[in-house]
């Protein structure tokens, strides 16, 4: 019964990282529509919106996967490392690549940003000429299919345990 607790946090958790995420996610395919400065700025505020709840929920996720694996025995197993490194895998993407591509964005737009976790206060926007350019160097279709994409890898992983 304790194991199927953890568990439950641990999909949990799952689900709250990627509800929290999903609203960054639409954000990212809407502003690729968008032509005004003050739109831009909403979502782009929208997007940032969720980041404490995304963080709640990937302790849950990491925290009760780590749990659930020793409470199952699952470490002599290669499922696990191999979804804890997809993990991985993704979040540093999503740090790397994605995360700065939102700060800049966000900068240039006139929107208060974070950089290693410090607040900056919102700027003067740059030309909305600048602006949409940054959006459309964005590749939202590649993100969501690392993401969503590593995601289901380990949800299959999880689920059949195949090695």
Do not use: C
């Amino acid at each position: 019964m304790y194991y199927q607790i953890i568990v439950f946090l641990h999909v949990l958790g799952s689900f709250i990282f990627l509800m929290a995420h999903g609203g960054s996610l639409l954000v990212a395919f809407q502003l690729k529509k968008e032509g005004k400065l003050e739109r831009i700025q909403a979502l782009l505020d929208l997007s940032g919106s969720s980041i404490a709840a995304m963080y709640l929920g990937l302790l849950f996720l990491v925290g009760g996967g780590i749990w659930a694996g020793f409470l199952g025995h699952w470490w002599g197993m290669k499922w696990i490392w191999v979804s804890l490194a997809l993990l991985l895998t993704i979040i540093i993407y999503m740090y790397m690549v994605v995360t700065p591509s939102f700060r800049n964005l966000k900068k240039a737009a006139g929107v208060s940003y974070f950089v290693r976790g410090r607040p900056h206060p919102a700027e003067q926007p740059a030309s909305l000429e600048e602006i949409l350019a940054l959006v459309q160097r964005g590749k939202p279709y590649l993100d969501s299919l690392i993401g969503l994409g590593g995601f289901l890898l380990i949800l299959y992983l999880m689920y059949f345990k195949p090695f």
